[in-house]
């Protein structure tokens, strides 16, 4: 079978919601959707309504979106407001009811190419390392906001239980690590992260100091550590294929309409990933 891949589809806009319809009909492959489906469990829905018929099996990631807790006019009628572990614990929920792999399920072998590879989808989230020496994490925040930036994370991505996100992405780091660490062979893999594993691939040009709310540089070497072949990642909307010692690193990001429309078309923005 073959693998694609794509992130940010954001179905919160009806311009997306249309475009994912003219995905083609790729019925022996896989697809995995690294993050930023939309915000609420419709939208989730919506996605796998489109798309399962399309494809053998999809891989779900959680982004920043589906962890907003979001309230109002953002909600759906009915949908409880729920908050950090809860909220990312009930769209595992739904992706299972669904059949659709996630970080929580063991990680799938599967011959990519002919080639065996394991597919492992992540939820690591971030921690404010991505910054300079010289900026404390306590202050990464305001460093950020002297450029003019926000991040609306701050607003809506709530951590509960935990004390701050960075303390989440500490206890995501560790539990993963830990799973990866057991495996007893040496497959090679296919790392699924919403957010980039490394610094370098999170500098947007015009905003670098957003780079704080990007990922954390606990996994730097991962992609060596953990035998990659391939680095799925989404959250900046750059798209982009990099290689770096060797591995692929795909920035598989679809975006807001303004971003897409008129350059691509939807079918183009799925990334064939290769092991």
């Known amino acids: 079978m073959r693998l694609y891949a794509v992130s940010d589809i954001h179905l919160g806009y009806q311009a997306n919601?249309?475009?994912?319809?003219?995905?083609?009909?790729?019925?022996?492959?896989?697809?995995?959707?690294?993050?930023?489906?939309?915000?609420?469990?419709?939208?989730?829905?919506?996605?796998?309504?489109?798309?399962?018929?399309?494809?053998?099996?999809?891989?779900?990631?959680?982004?920043?979106?589906e962890l907003w807790s979001v309230t109002g006019r953002d909600a759906e009628p009915g949908e409880r407001p729920l908050r950090g572990e809860a909220r990312y614990r009930r769209f595992v929920d739904l992706c299972r009811e669904r059949g659709v792999t996630t970080p929580e399920d063991p990680y799938p072998v599967v011959e990519v190419d002919g080639a065996p590879a394991r597919i492992v989808p992540m939820f690591l989230l971030y921690d404010y390392s991505f910054r300079p020496g010289d900026v404390s994490q306590e202050a990464a925040v305001a460093w950020a906001r002297e450029a003019g930036?926000?991040?609306?994370?701050?607003?809506?991505?709530?951590?509960?239980?935990?004390?701050?996100?960075?303390?989440?992405?500490t206890a995501r780091l560790a539990e993963t690590q830990a799973r990866l660490d057991a495996l007893d062979d040496e497959l090679p893999t296919v790392l699924v992260n919403h957010w980039p594993l490394?610094?370098?691939?999170?500098?947007?040009?015009?905003?670098?100091?957003?780079?704080?709310?990007?990922?954390?540089?606990?996994?730097?070497?991962?992609?060596?550590?953990?035998?990659?072949?391939?680095?799925?990642?989404?959250?900046?909307?750059?798209?982009?294929?990099?290689?770096?010692?060797?591995?692929?690193?795909?920035?598989?990001?679809?975006?807001?309409?303004?971003?897409?429309?008129g350059r691509r078309a939807p079918d183009a923005a799925l990334r064939r990933i290769t092991v």
């Open 17 to 65: 919601r249309e475009a994912i319809h003219e995905i083609a009909a790729r019925p022996d492959d896989w697809l995995i959707l690294a993050g930023d489906v939309g915000e609420t469990e419709r939208h989730m829905h919506l996605a796998f309504d489109a798309l399962q018929g399309k494809f053998r099996q999809i891989v779900w990631v959680p982004g920043n979106h």
């Open 149 to 169: 930036l926000r991040c609306a994370d701050e607003q809506f991505l709530a951590p509960d239980p935990h004390a701050s996100r960075s303390d989440w992405c």
């Open 198 to 261: 490394r610094e370098e691939l999170a500098k947007p040009p015009r905003i670098p100091r957003f780079s704080i709310w990007c990922g954390t540089k606990e996994t730097e070497d991962w992609h060596l550590r953990y035998r990659a072949r391939a680095v799925v990642s989404g959250h900046l909307h750059m798209p982009s294929s990099r290689r770096i010692d060797g591995v692929a690193f795909e920035e598989v990001s679809f975006g807001y309409p303004k971003q897409w429309r």
